[in-house]
């Protein structure tokens, strides 16, 4: 039958019928019934016995229970029909139960943008004219960042420009003020934006505050949004959760691109392309401004949004003061900078902006933040992050009573927090890492109200004799979510704050993170203390990833370590006295295990696998694990399985080990000779041998005596290093190299 091509934008089920039938009949002109029934009847005659390939183009509707009359009507082609779906919207590709099959297209090279471009542009041209706007175009071609639409909208509108003056009027111009992108690329764009929810597109378009190519953190992000009141609260759900649901909406709907994720898997940062920001622009050319420095560091340019601004984005101003012309923007909800090094702004500025909502101050030279600051009685989100030399907040900053979010990362010379901080009861997000001389003061316990923490640094005793955060301040900020660490700075002398602390009840943390006090002792009271501080503090039961660093004890046997299952992520490093692995077989969820620096450490046994007593009963150790690291074991020489098991003896598999392990690697342990026999029965695609580990590069040879290989040789992936350069031994199952076993490991 061939092929058959169907737009599909708005939904109507009665006119897609028709329009399906109308291909499948070649455009025969038949009379058809405005009964879906009856046309779903037609298509079923239509493709009954016949194989067809039929594209849907443009699909933006996602209800299954409208789609499902023509899936099963289409079913009863032959054998090998398909059908193509094109959709802009990843709750389609849900939908249509192809999320398995989606093909994400991506940009094109700049090679294939500009033959695109030159196949429209410059068709029929003389030689001598091609050489005249080659280079022009190239640099115009740049503007289309890959996208074919743009490049045929641009190319379609230097087709008709005749002279050198034209082309370089189109290339110095803005890209969202050229009419005919107005009219052809953003018309797709209008498409997308206007099936967003009004939340969703509030929300979209404050995103035009970023520069081109920025890389937006989500949870900042999400905080922004919260600043201007953008969230609106959706059942119990908490605002942080609305804001997820809201970027998830605009990332299924491919507004944003270049998703990085976190270890677990979670989105963390992502870009928008360069054209949806111009469409950005364009939708709110009225409201948003950005202010250019000229020249680098020389003057700002001229302003003259005045009373129209509301949002304001500020690059590449030189070092000094804010320009004048923001001090009649007296109706800003919005003031953020980038790539700027702006190192004072005073009373001035401040009595102008009092309907300020954001400010973002990041990566500047601010050295004082003016008392002043505490006029803006509606600023809700303040970010002096990376002013690498701001010392101090004023007191003033305490009467800022709706302020959500206050963002410190890496002022590394900020030594101390208002002590009126504690009266600042809206605030949620309070970011405070990399400020290594910043004590907490106490009062910080009184924000119950706090979701994020991102970091406390626990010393008990200051040598001002200030009040200082402490571990049992914890108590009452159960609020916390996503990521959150504890470093201390020294030892506890009482475990039993630890336990007051009620890490236990912070159902909403992701991922925690402890390090340790090292200070160079081994002294017994030392070990004590940090096993008794290390079981007192049992983490909540939710978490998906722990972090344990610089643990002195001698045992590693907290009462809650095999209680955690929903951990994913586990990872314990610079242990100098733990000799022997803890139980860890039984973690039902645990996907990524990561075991680094234990100098004391000589055997891994079967009380690794988590079996302390035989058992009749079937079970699977370490049901869920995929990859397994350990590196820097310099008295590691034995890994144990099952001794006197075997899978292949098992009959009544009542022992499974590692049924998903896709990846193992190991690292710095020079004494290490042999694997476990379990290992040949997993499934591990990936198997690296790093540096140092000499002995087990030897046995794991084919052939020449190679102990280690039976257990290995069905990995498809072997990587062996040895000195500065990699090796493949074996690779996609195919052998390809010997590893090198020169006496000088280079």
């Given amino acids: 039958m061939g092929w058959n091509w169907v737009w599909l934008d708005p939904f109507d089920e009665i006119k897609i019928a028709k329009a399906i039938i109308d291909v499948l009949k070649k455009g025969t002109n038949i ?74 297209l991506q940009e094109l090279s700049d090679e294939n943008c500009w033959k695109l471009f030159c196949h429209i542009a410059l068709v029929d041209r003389e030689i001598s004219e091609y050489r005249t706007f080659e280079v022009i175009g190239k640099e115009i071609v740049k503007k289309c960042k890959g996208l074919p639409l743009v490049a045929k909208t641009l190319g379609g509108l230097m087709r008709h420009k005749k002279t050198r003056k034209e082309w370089e009027d189109v290339l110095k111009s803005k890209t969202w003020e050229l009419d005919v992108v107005e009219k052809q690329v953003f018309q797709p764009l209008l498409l997308s934006y206007y099936d967003l929810a009004s939340t969703d597109k509030c929300c979209l378009l404050y995103c035009v505050i970023f520069p081109k190519g920025y890389v937006i953190e989500k949870d900042n992000l999400i905080e922004l949004w919260m ?159 990376y002013n690498e030399d701001l010392m101090k907040l004023p007191d003033s900053v305490c009467n800022l009573m709706n302020l959500q979010t206050l963002r410190l990362i890496w002022c590394r010379t900020l030594e101390r927090l208002p002590e009126g901080i504690g009266k600042l009861i809206n605030l949620q997000h309070l970011y405070v890492m990399g400020c290594f001389r910043l004590k907490l ?104 990833s722990f972090s344990l660093y610089h643990y002195s004890g001698t045992t590693l046997r907290p009462h809650w370590m095999t209680s955690l299952n929903k951990l994913r992520i586990l990872t314990l490093g610079y242990f100098d006295y733990v000799e022997v692995l803890p139980p860890l077989g039984r973690l039902e969820s645990l996907e990524v295990l990561e075991i680094q620096d234990w100098p004391s450490l000589k055997k891994v046994g079967v009380e690794f696998l988590g079996i302390e007593t035989q058992t009749s009963s079937p079970i699977i150790l370490f049901p869920n694990l995929k990859k397994l690291v350990f590196e820097f074991l310099p008295m590691w020489e034995e890994w144990e399985g099952m001794t006197g098991w075997s899978e292949e003896e098992d009959s009544q598999k009542t022992i499974t080990i590692m049924p998903y392990l896709s990846s193992l690697q190991i690292g710095y342990c020079g004494l290490l000779k042999t694997l476990p026999n379990f290992l040949r029965n997993t499934p591990l695609k990936e198997l690296v041998i790093g540096f140092g580990c000499r002995i087990l590069a030897q046995g794991c040879q084919k052939g020449r005596g190679g102990s280690e290989w039976p257990k290995i040789s069905h990995i498809p992936n072997i990587k062996v290093w040895i000195g500065p350069s990699s090796e493949f031994v074996q690779k996609d199952g195919v052998w390809i190299g010997q590893q090198q076993t020169d006496d000088d490991e280079r």
């Fill in 31 to 104: 009379q058809a019934s405005n009964e879906l029934q009856t046309l779903l009847e037609i298509i079923v005659e239509c493709v009954k016995g016949k194989k067809f390939l039929l594209v849907l183009d443009d699909v933006w509707n996602d209800e299954y229970r409208k789609w499902e009359p023509f899936k099963l009507a289409l079913q009863n082609g032959a054998v090998g029909s398909s059908v193509l779906v094109t959709t802009r919207k990843e709750d389609v590709a849900m939908m249509m139960g192809a999320s398995a099959d989606t093909i994400n």
């Fill in 227 to 385: 600043s201007q009141n953008y969230l609106n609260l959706i059942g119990n759900k908490e605002k942080e959760e609305v804001g997820e649901t809201y970027f998830d909406n605009l990332v299924t709907r491919s507004f944003f691109q270049e998703f990085e994720k976190d270890d677990l898997g979670y989105i963390t940062r992502c870009k928008m392309h360069d054209v949806v920001h111009d469409f950005l622009q364009f939708l709110t050319k009225n409201e948003c401004f950005v202010l250019e420095g000229e020249g680098g560091n020389k003057r700002i340019m001229e302003f003259n949004g005045e009373n129209k601004a509301r949002h304001l984005t500020l690059m590449f101003a030189p070092e000094g003061a804010f320009p004048i012309s923001l001090y009649s923007c007296k109706n800003l909800r919005t003031l953020a900078t980038f790539d700027s090094n702006i190192s004072t702004f005073g009373r001035e500025l401040i009595s102008q902006l009092k309907c300020l909502r954001t400010l973002n101050l990041s990566f500047n030279s601010i050295k004082e933040v003016p008392n002043e600051v505490g006029e803006l009685t509606h600023l809700r989100y303040f970010d002096l992050s």
């Fill in 441 to 544: 003061p106490k009062v910080i316990a009184r924000l119950t109200s706090l979701r994020t923490l991102d970091q406390v640094r626990i010393l008990e005793v200051d040598n001002n004799k200030e009040a200082l955060f402490g571990l049992s301040d914890l108590r009452n900020l159960d609020q916390l979510r996503g990521s959150f660490r504890i470093e201390f700075l020294e030892n506890l002398k009482d475990a039993r704050q630890a336990e007051k602390a009620h890490l236990v009840n912070k159902n909403c943390l992701v991922s925690l993170e402890l390090r340790f006090f090292f200070g160079g002792t081994d002294e017994i009271p030392l070990v004590a203390s940090q096993e008794e501080t290390l079981n007192a503090l049992q983490p909540p039961p939710n978490l998906e």
